[in-house]
T-cell receptor
């Protein structure tokens, strides 16, 4: 079975500060990992994905994430927060192989607040 | 390209009624998945369709069903609605069935059961 744990349901940063959202996964087979963002009253928007091509993945809006197998982590970072980054962020996993196909297993989400 | 569209965006139903939600995937996408989002349970997978066949199903009661049409559009149906079915229902489409495929989400249908 696969699972995702997001550490911290709420993260607050100042505008211009580093954003770090934590995600740890559990998977018995090599995972595919994703980060999504959800703005109020909207669906999910894909920020980036890891599919084993490179451990450091760059996404949209200046976000990136690093896959660390030894730590089973896939933390999301952005060097400088912007007010428009305020939203809820979800880490998700699917497994390579098996019959889970595209089923995404999501973490509980982290609400990011950005202060001026 | 137009994104994933879902109709209706908002819906209010009474306990015991049934409801049908619709999803139109991105043009050319053949895989459609459905998710339920609630404050308590978060995002949970309902089912996935590819080429009109259900390929995967989540852990939901039989009251939740779905189908996919030949044009890849999908519907999900919930019968005998319960208060706990109140949620945001999200549809996602993908160009293929593979685990690494990017899934693109629609804006969701907000269902309120009273």
């Amino acid at each position: 079975a696969q699972s995702v744990t997001q550490l911290g349901s709420h993260v607050s940063v100042s505008e211009g500060a580093l954003v770090l959202l934590r995600c740890n996964y559990s998977s018995s087979v090599p995972p595919y990992l994703f980060w999504y963002v959800q703005y109020p009253n909207q669906g999910l928007q894909l920020l980036l994905k890891y599919t084993s091509a490179a451990t450091l993945v760059k996404g949209i809006n200046g976000f990136e994430a690093e896959f660390k197998k030894s730590e089973t982590s896939f933390h999301l970072t952005k060097p400088s927060a912007h007010m428009s980054d305020a939203a809820e962020y979800f880490c998700a996993v699917t497994n390579a192989g098996g019959t889970s196909y595209g089923k995404l297993t999501f973490g509980q989400g982290t609400i990011l607040t950005v202060h001026p | 390209k137009a994104g994933v569209t879902q109709t209706p965006r908002y819906l209010i139903k009474t306990r015991g009624q049934q409801v049908t939600l619709s999803c139109s995937p991105i043009s050319g996408h053949r895989s459609v998945s459905w998710y339920q989002q609630t404050p308590g349970q978060g995002l949970q997978f309902l089912f996935e369709y590819f080429s009109e066949t259900q390929r995967n199903k989540g852990n939901f009661p039989g009251r939740f069903s779905g189908r996919q049409f030949s044009n890849s559009r999908s519907e999900m149906n919930v019968s005998t609605l319960e208060l706990g079915d109140s949620a945001l229902y999200l549809c996602a489409s993908s160009s293929s069935l593979g685990q690494g495929s990017e899934q693109y989400f629609g804006p969701g249908t907000r269902l309120t059961v009273t």
